[in-house]
Structures are given as structure tokens and as C-alpha cells.
């Protein structure tokens, strides 16, 4: 099993900044790649970034490229969500997930383990 705690949600005017954490903890050795998802009010679920637990490539949804970042680090087992230029359709619950098979999935059912998910909102 593997845990899931995502942190550092709120409230934030469009063209801010905000940093989503994920502190991953259980069976970590098990964890391929690590993923943030997002569902907005009244949308399904969806993706927006991935990382490779033991590399450093990633994939963007074309909706947050060049204002997201993702990022991790192994030794305190975190993964971090710098979010740039933020947009009020950026507003949604953002999910921290886990994947333990291999490939680099952008699907939902793709990953194993889902954190309780921390709401962003960006004001207009």
C-alpha cells in the first residue's frame, strides 16, 4: 500500500502562485510513476502532470504546460506542483496519484493510489 497526503491548496488571484506538496509514504519501492490529477466543479476527473519516481521525465497536459512544474524529491519521498500564471479555470480539487505499473499513464485508471485531494481556487 501507499499513502497519499496532499497539502498546500487555497485561495489565490488569477496570476498568482501556489505550490501543491504530496508526501508519499508505504511501500515507495513499489511506485513508478507519481501523477497529479484535477477535477474541476462539474467535470470529470483530469490529468495534468506526471513524473518518473526513479527519473526526471515528465508530461504536461497541454493546458498547464509552461505554467506547471512537477517535481520530486526521493529522499524526503515528496512530490511538489508549482503552479505559475494561475487561471480561474485552474480552480478545482487537485489529487496527488500513484501508479505501480509501468508506462507513463495520463489515464484516471491508470494509478493505483489516490491522496484525499487539496482545493485550489483562483479568483478572477
Known amino acids: 500500500q501507499v499513502q497519499l497526503v496532499e497539502s498546500g491548496g487555497g485561495l489565490v488571484q488569477a496570476g498568482g502562485s501556489l505550490r501543491l506538496s504530496c508526501t508519499v509514504s508505504?511501500?515507495?519501492?513499489?511506485?513508478?510513476?507519481m501523477g497529479w490529477f484535477r477535477r474541476a466543479p462539474g467535470k470529470e476527473r483530469e490529468f495534468v502532470t506526471n513524473?518518473?519516481?526513479?527519473?526526471?521525465?515528465?508530461t504536461y497536459a497541454d493546458s498547464v504546460k509552461g505554467r506547471f512544474t512537477i517535481s520530486k524529491d526521493n529522499v524526503k519521498k515528496m512530490v511538489y506542483l508549482q503552479m505559475n500564471s494561475l487561471k480561474p479555470e485552474d480552480t478545482a480539487v487537485y489529487y496527488c496519484?500513484?501508479?505501480?505499473?509501468?508506462?507513463?499513464?495520463?489515464?484516471?485508471?491508470?494509478?493505483?493510489?489516490w491522496g484525499q485531494g487539496t482545493q485550489v481556487t483562483v479568483s478572477s
Open positions: 508505504g511501500r515507495t519501492f513499489s511506485t513508478y510513476v
Open positions: 513524473i518518473m519516481w526513479s527519473g526526471a521525465i515528465t
Open positions: 496519484a500513484a501508479r505501480s505499473a509501468l508506462g507513463r499513464s495520463t489515464a484516471e485508471d491508470g494509478y493505483d493510489y
